[in-house]
Nanobody, 123 residues
Framework: QVQLVESGGGLVQPGGSLMLSCAAS????????MSWFRQAPGKEREFVAS????????RYADSAKGRFTISRDNAKDTVYLQIDSLNTEDTAAYYC????????????????WGQGTQVTVSS
């Protein structure tokens, strides 16, 4: 069965950096676009970044441009999200999502989600 397991979250001071990882299993990882979403307390889940199945294109939410970098390693069945210059507004649970087969980077989520990893930005 499809499994997505996020890791790498934690408590970080403003201005710090984190790299989130999402390990995938149960499907042919290299055939799928992959995305990251986040959900802050009391808010709806929102798109953060996506990467095409080939890894050749990416897409970011406006709030993520310039500080977030999505990447993937198809040999390790893992997608990453590097977050730099963290601020308190980045505090949220971050979720990995399996997007479309043979798809380009997209804001549209697929049906499979990980359990999330919490990122808390606080001094």
């Amino acid at each position: 069965q499809v499994q997505l397991v996020e890791s790498g979250g934690g408590l970080v001071q403003p201005g710090g950096s984190l790299m989130l990882s999402c390990a995938a299993s149960g499907f042919i990882f290299s055939n799928y676009a992959m995305s990251w979403f986040r959900q802050a307390p009391g808010k709806e889940r929102e798109f953060v970044a996506s990467i095409a199945f080939s890894g050749t294109s990416t897409r970011y939410a406006d709030s993520a441009k310039g500080r977030f970098t999505i990447s993937r390693d198809n040999a390790k069945d893992t997608v990453y999200l590097q977050i730099d210059s963290l601020n308190t507004e980045d505090t949220a649970a971050y979720y990995c999502n399996r997007a479309q087969p043979f798809g380009a980077a997209s804001m549209t989520p697929g049906p499979y989600w990980g359990q999330g990893t919490q990122v808390t930005v606080s001094s």
